[in-house]
């Protein structure tokens, strides 16, 4: 029979965290998991990143980014996307101080947000499109430059989109008080890698 | 048991606006006449705090952890360094081989 004292003991101490029958993270499963399927993601991003890297580093002709890209629109694109994780993470705040409805605004904030940064994606691409620029080839430079460009903010794109659907479901179910304080936590990891992973393509397609 | 952060709104806000001044300062250093090689040092750097900032603070990691921290640090930070620092070089080598 385990002594009670000594493997409350073990367990606080670095290596009694790992010896079975405790959290060694000291986070629910939810987080674990989330926090893994983000490293996954992650990695999925550096992947495109680390190519794109590569493609520029060995190009001649790489189009330069002030001649393609309205850089004020892409900074208000920036602007949007960051206020709408400061308003998810306020809404954790609020679900965390037991006030469910404030929560609720600040999703719809977080939301419409989102809703603004897709369109204003869109708004790039149709111009981008418009000005020659494809997946095989474009009139400023390296052909590569309109596969990199398309697949990696496309991919980001997307994950806004799913960012979209968890809002609004999370939003719902706050409404009609069915959801915890660890649901709106975990939707709000969710939004705030969605918002790390912009300011890595942010700093490396537009600005660097 | 699960770690909860007691992060205060005003701290969240307060993120949002050093992440905001870090984001003008990028731009502002976009249009400045800097050497290359600084100019994409300093943004990498600006790049890292930005994400350190979302991800200690909106993310709640450094009330977390360091097990936590260190499996998201060295499952993506640093395999993304190393995929980085693998490739990049290869990249700007192959212009200089020949056929």
Redesign the interface.
Known sequence: MTDVTSSTIASSTALG?WDGGT??????WK??LM?AF??TD??LF??F???Y??????S?VWPSQAEVFA?PFI?AM??VL??S??T???AV?AV?NDRPQLARRFVWATTAGAVIFLGMQAVEWSNLIAEGVTLSGNPFGDPLFGAYFFVTTGFHGSHVLIGIIVLVTVSLRLGRSVTTT?NV?MA??YW??V??VW??IF??FY?? | MESRATTSLKTYWTTWGVLLVLTIVMLGLDQAPLPRLLFVAVMLVAMLTKAMLIAGVFMHLRAERVALVLMIVVGLFINGAILFGLIVPDAVRINEMGP
């Open positions: 965290r959290c060694p993270f000291d986070a629910g987080k674990v926090w983000i490293i992650g990695l550096a992947g990143l680390g190519g890297g590569y493609a520029r580093a060995m001649t850089i900074a920036t602007f960051i206020s994780s400061a998810m993470a306020s705040w965390e660890e936590e709000g990891l705030h890698f918002d790390l300011v890595f700093t490396l600005l660097v």
